[in-house]
């Protein structure tokens, strides 16, 4: 691999995903529609909420291709960089490709540029990298992210929605993406309040999780048995935190209790 | 038809070496000094904007002194050459000595086959998990590389400034202890060098993956009082 240089004029400047372009780096377009011919994984349910500090993420770890259950421990949420992170549905190999390339794509801009992008910047920046991905979701790999940051120059936390056209979508409140996505949103948009603290973002956030897997077979619910849980991070001044398994095996042994209780007392759940 | 002059070779390499030489010499210099925790880079640096220190990777810092803009043509070169291929093998894959013997190459190529030299010296720098797998590149106008320990000065008036620095260079530095050493040692017998006219960073070893670190303001304050 040699040093890459540029006469001025070719320069790709701070924009590593440009960089590529320029060594023909890029992987092939599909001709044709891949999904008809081999089974696809695909990464199911993803919640973003805006709380008091900053934002709460979430993702189940199921991934499915077909009507079969591929991976039970898949990771969809990550960080994108200090301040932000990014969580992934739809085809999980491009979605992990996309995820990578974007986490770099920050992290070289930052490194080139001597300061990092704006969180407007780094939300159009991956706005670009999905509608530049449009003619491989037209393939059946389509790849819908969302994306939520604390804002360090306006102190608060914000969402942002994508569509496969690359489409960007800034939510108020919260956001979710996947097959899940409408009964996690639904279950969300009723518990929601403003201003919420950490604990009851996390609680609300778990739950949305539980009722989707109720609901959506492509969406894995907690897994006792294995110990698998969702994947839960802040993002808040200082910056993007896994919250620890153990407390979120804690919430959730709650959760179930509080919904068993319910049942029990026949109490209709929504 | 005219014929050219004939030039000797030796004649040729040693005026584009003298060439290169002043260039440098008109800027200021710099030290790399291996501590207790990392390397700390310190270079004389009126500029805030500027920069003549900064990070190319994960564990590997860069240093240029002489024509800011060659040596930042390098210094970006390097940050795509490393996070291409981090991206296309693994972040663990890519290490200092590749990325200085690719810059070996250039600085060779062009004192060689250009009109101009670059007027530059550089410093690949990469901090290891141990204190053993520290390394300095010093990279020279013409293409050398020199493989250091424990320190190194680029610049003008290397020689001086690393002889002063060599009596004050001990292996269990702290960080303000290394820092009073580089600071002592560029600025001479004559001068003083206060926090404005500094620009310091490290690698630190502890840090998780990031190991740069500018250090600026109140924390260099800090560190210098």
Redesign the interface.
Known sequence: MSLPLFTPGEDPGPDFAELLRRIDYLPPVPEVKVDDRVPITHGTTVVAIRYRDGVVMAGDRRATAGNFISHRELEKVFPADRHSGVAIAGAAGPAMEMVRLFQLQLEHYEKVEGQSLSLEGKANQLGQMVRNHLPVAMQGLAVVPLFAGYDTGRDHGRLFEYDVTGGRYEESDFASAGSGSLHAGTVVKLGYSEGMERGDAIDLILKALFEAADEDSATGGPDLVRGIYPLIATITAEGFERIEEGEIAERFRALIAELSTEEARGGERA | MSMPFYVAPEQVMKDRADYARKGIARGRSLAAVVYDDGILLCAENPSR?L?KV???YDRIGFAGVGKYNEFD?LR??????A??????FSREDVDARGLAN??A??LGQIFTHEIKPMEVEILVAEVGAERAGDQLFHILYDGTVVDETGFTVLGGEADAIADRLEGAWGDDLDLRSALQAAVDSLAGPDRQLDASDLEVAVLRRSDSRRAFHRIEGSELDALMG
Do not use: C, N, P
Request: glycine share 10%; aromatic share 10%.
């Open positions: 904007t920069r900064s990070e190319i043509q970006i070169a390097g940050v795509r050459h996070d291409l291929k981090g991206f296309s690719q810059y190459q250039i």
